[in-house]
């Protein structure tokens, strides 16, 4: 009982540091290396329902508290993914698939989406760079848009809509159009 009180704090709180690096790199545009949210939901599940049974563990006094705590994380974890992802399915608005397309020289795959917020924003276009797995990051945003015209200049440079995006350095292009 003692080892899953301590596996229940250590999920709860590395599931905690993950949800706010996945916050982090949503807000910033940078890799997004966490599952989804659903996924991590799942994870918190089973820490409230591991932490529930190390209240067994009644050894000391150190392990009641483990139990707490791990409890209380899990709650509040679960009770904010739950709020995320009911916030997101409600308000994200439609995201549709323009084209897919590849470098030159296969190392990066990017996809391009037409979204639509519907009354509560704008339409627009948006380009993901793929990664291994579940990765990704968005490194074009053009609002007022619904087409994409494409071009690559060398392996790691590519042109969308005359604006040219360096994918080796990272950048991240918003464009607005009035």
């Not at 409890?71 to 608005?93: A, D, E």
């Not at 609002?143 to 005359?162: F, M, P």
């Not at 040219?164 to 009035?178: A, K, P």
Request: a positive charge.
């Amino acid at each position: 009982m003692k080892k899953i009180s301590w596996l229940a704090l250590f999920l709860v709180l590395f599931l905690s540091i993950i949800s706010m690096y996945s916050l982090y790199s949503n807000m910033n545009n940078k890799w997004l290396v966490i599952p989804p949210n659903y996924v991590i939901l799942l994870f918190s599940v089973i820490g409230l329902v591991l932490s529930l049974i190390s209240f067994k563990d009644k050894s000391s006094k150190s392990a009641k508290v483990r139990s707490w705590i791990s409890t209380l994380l899990s709650v509040v974890l679960i009770v904010l993914l739950f709020g995320v992802l009911s916030f997101t399915s409600m308000f994200s608005g439609s995201k549709e698939l323009l084209t897919t397309t590849h470098s030159p020289d296969k190392n990066y795959t990017l996809n391009f989406f037409k979204t639509d917020a519907g009354a509560m924003g704008s339409s627009g276009v948006i380009g993901e760079l793929k990664g291994p797995l579940w990765f990704k990051r968005v490194f074009y945003y053009e609002r007022k848009t619904d087409q994409v015209k494409l071009e690559w200049v060398d392996t790691h440079t590519i042109s969308i809509n005359d604006q040219t995006v360096n994918l080796l350095n990272g950048e991240t292009v918003r464009r607005n159009l009035n």
